[in-house]
């Protein structure tokens, strides 16, 4: 759930309004998505001007595709990561490239 106080507002995971099992399980998760999430940005911004595609970052964390993603998403919407052109995947399609848009590191 948002934190209130915090420099960026941690995204909210869906729940159900009605549903009190719900609400809790959202709770719950957040725990872990803010893990997560502090997983996948550590990796992106670790590797300065160069990034991460998707496929890369899943490899690097070890982390399920459908945990890697969602958490990549949420940093991309709070603005603390930015598209840095596209590289190709292991299978030879065009992949986004991710990376920390620190100033004082030069883009390869």
């Given at each position: 759930?948002?934190?209130?106080?915090?420099?960026?507002?941690q995204?909210?995971?869906?729940?159900?309004?009605?549903?009190?099992?719900?609400?809790?399980?959202?709770?719950?998760?957040?725990?872990?998505?803010?893990?997560?999430?502090?997983?996948?940005?550590?990796?992106?911004?670790?590797?300065?001007?160069?990034?991460?595609?998707?496929?890369?970052?899943?490899?690097e964390?070890?982390?399920s595709?459908?945990?890697?993603?969602?958490?990549?998403?949420?940093?991309?919407?709070?603005?603390?990561?930015?598209?840095?052109?596209?590289?190709?995947?292991v299978?030879?399609?065009?992949?986004?490239?991710?990376?920390?848009?620190?100033?004082?590191?030069?883009?390869?």
């Amino acid at each position: 759930m948002k934190r209130a106080g915090t420099r960026y507002a941690q995204p909210e995971l869906p729940f159900v309004k009605t549903s009190d099992t719900s609400v809790r399980a959202a709770e719950l998760a957040e725990t872990f998505a803010s893990a997560a999430r502090a997983t996948v940005f550590l990796a992106i911004a670790g590797h300065h001007g160069h990034g991460l595609t998707d496929e890369e970052g899943i490899e690097e964390t070890e982390m399920s595709p459908n945990t890697y993603r969602p958490r990549r998403v949420e940093l991309a919407r709070a603005g603390l990561i930015a598209k840095h052109g596209e590289r190709p995947t292991v299978s030879g399609c065009k992949a986004d490239v991710w990376w920390f848009p620190d100033p004082e590191v030069p883009r390869e």
